[in-house]
């Protein structure tokens, strides 16, 4: 399977401990993007990178939030001190980056459940 | 801000009955659009996507879409849905004008459910 792939596909905490989150984008895809989902809603922007370089982050985003993206292939995504309302569906998305077009090919998703 | 708005949030039809999904986004310049379809259980996929040129876009599983600039909406259409129909849809834009390729707003969804 070449598509995107995130690990772990489920992860339960308790309140208060840190969490990492993994995406591996498609091969070759140079842009990465972070989108949190939750119940009844549409995904909402998280962050972006283009290679490995962070260009555009949410306000969403607060500083208990942090994303990486050392080489340019995969990327992290790390909570710390998680709370109750980060519980959702953390999904990942890349795209080839050339041109203008942004056609987003999503990954299934993390989905966090804080206790 | 961009932002998009999906009207119906559920929706329920029987096979063969025709389909149309209301989205209306907020934006001042030009835009990419997009509808992505989750199926029960799977990630999101892109169903169609509009960019330039034809504003009536076909995409994949009988499924098309019309671009009225005018009226800002991106209207998601099928003939006659089959029982696999069954998803939640959600309608995106993404403006072309800010330099770098960048963020998709996502609608709430429409949960459409196809009874036999």
């Known amino acids: 399977d070449t598509g995107v792939s995130q690990n772990p596909r489920h992860k339960i905490t308790k309140r208060g401990q840190n969490v990492t989150f993994r995406c591996d984008p498609i091969?070759?895809?140079?842009?990465l993007y972070w989108y949190r989902q939750t119940l009844g809603q549409g995904p909402e922007f998280l962050t972006y990178f283009q290679n490995e370089a962070q260009l555009e982050k949410s306000r969403l985003l607060s500083d208990r939030f942090s994303a990486e993206r050392p080489k340019g292939s995969f990327s992290t995504l790390e909570i710390q001190r998680t709370e109750q309302g980060d519980s959702a569906m953390y999904l990942c998305?890349?795209?080839?980056?050339?041109?203008?077009?942004?056609?987003?090919?999503f990954g299934p998703g993390t989905r966090l459940t804080v206790l | 801000a961009q932002s998009v708005s999906q009207h119906n949030h559920h929706v329920i039809l029987s096979e063969a009955a025709s389909l149309e999904l209301g989205c209306n986004y907020s934006y001042g310049g030009t835009v990419n659009l997009f509808w992505y379809v989750q199926y029960p259980g799977q990630h999101l996929q892109l169903l169609l996507k509009?960019?330039?040129?034809?504003?009536l876009v076909k995409g994949i599983k009988g499924f098309e879409a019309e671009f009225i600039k005018s009226k800002f909406s991106f209207n998601l259409r099928k003939p006659s849905v089959q029982w696999s129909d069954t998803a939640e849809y959600f309608c995106a834009v993404n403006p072309t004008n800010t330099g770098t390729a960048s963020k998709l707003t996502f609608g709430t969804g429409t949960r459409l459910q196809v009874t036999l």
């Open positions: 998305a890349s795209s080839p980056g050339r041109g203008s077009y942004n056609e987003q090919f």
């Open positions: 509009y960019f330039s040129g034809d504003p």
């Open positions: 091969s070759e895809h140079n842009r």
